[in-house]
């Protein structure tokens, strides 16, 4: 179902921005690129083709808001699929103001049990595809001299976690490679940022048994799962003007899980 609000506050009146939200046909990619169509957003969605049934839908619900939304399936680890993503939304649109690293995966076990496979899958697809969008977006936001590029992480990348050191390494890769381009950059306008998220109630974190959550739930003050929702509000604020004196900054939204 869409995001159903009155009115769009004023002060995220992002009309006529333009958006790529990477893995966007669900989870919090999905809540993403709802969130930013309906503040005025024209969202480029990215999914596989196994989810184009659903990247679709969300495609429909932004074309509900009044705005416009196209589909770009592909390997996100792969260049040549960051190319056309970045090459399609630049067609159809003109221009990229924001870029939302969200794709990502899981792939757990324990360290001296992973294989390369394992440790790799997760590395391209949470960090090299990142790297790969990011490096052709900034082409075209550096003739725009501005733009907002959101990094989607995790606190597995600031604390660790057992049975997830290819995932963990991921996420602080990511935090990493916000903050190298936020030094790049910052003169030339373009802004990096990245969330760290806790346990979010999305199909990533539903095989989690309830020990593996009252551990989370342990270390955070509010007890409970982010919702989507709460993670696309945050995305909204860094892909507004209302965060334009932020950049290199990793934000948590965790519960309060990671206090620092």
Not at 75 to 99: H, M, Q
Not at 116 to 139: C, G, H, K, P, Y
Request: glycine share 10%.
């Amino acid at each position: 179902m869409p995001i159903i609000e009155r009115s769009p506050h004023k002060e995220f009146d992002l009309s006529g921005k333009v958006a790529i939200v990477t893995g966007s046909s669900r989870g919090i990619g999905r809540a993403i690129a709802l969130k930013l169509g309906f503040y005025g957003v024209n969202v480029v969605i990215n999914s596989t083709d196994k989810s184009i049934p659903q990247a679709e839908e969300v495609k429909s619900s932004i074309e509900g808001f009044g705005r416009k939304a196209i589909v770009v399936t592909g390997n996100i680890c792969e260049e040549e699929t960051a190319k056309n993503i970045v090459s399609r939304t630049i067609s159809e649109f003109g221009r990229i103001d924001i870029l939302v690293n969200n794709a990502g995966i899981r792939n757990d076990g324990l360290l001296i049990k992973m294989t390369l496979d394992q440790w790799q899958s997760v590395i391209n697809t949470n960090l090299t595809s990142a790297f790969l969008m990011t490096r052709e977006v900034v082409i075209q936001m550096l003739k725009q001299k501005s733009g907002s590029i959101i990094y989607i992480s995790s606190i597995a990348g600031q604390i660790g976690n057992a049975g997830q050191a290819n995932y963990a390494a991921s996420k602080a890769g990511l935090e990493a490679l916000a903050k190298s381009g936020a030094a790049e950059y910052a003169k030339r306008g373009i802004r990096f940022n990245t969330l760290a998220l806790g346990l979010v109630k999305t199909d990533l974190t539903k095989d989690l048994t309830d020990k593996q959550k009252e551990v989370f739930f342990q270390l955070a003050p509010l007890k409970r799962l982010i919702t989507p929702e709460e993670v696309a509000e945050t995305v909204l604020f860094l892909a507004s003007d209302r965060s334009s004196g932020i950049t290199g900054t990793t934000i948590n939204v965790d519960g309060g899980a990671v206090r620092r």
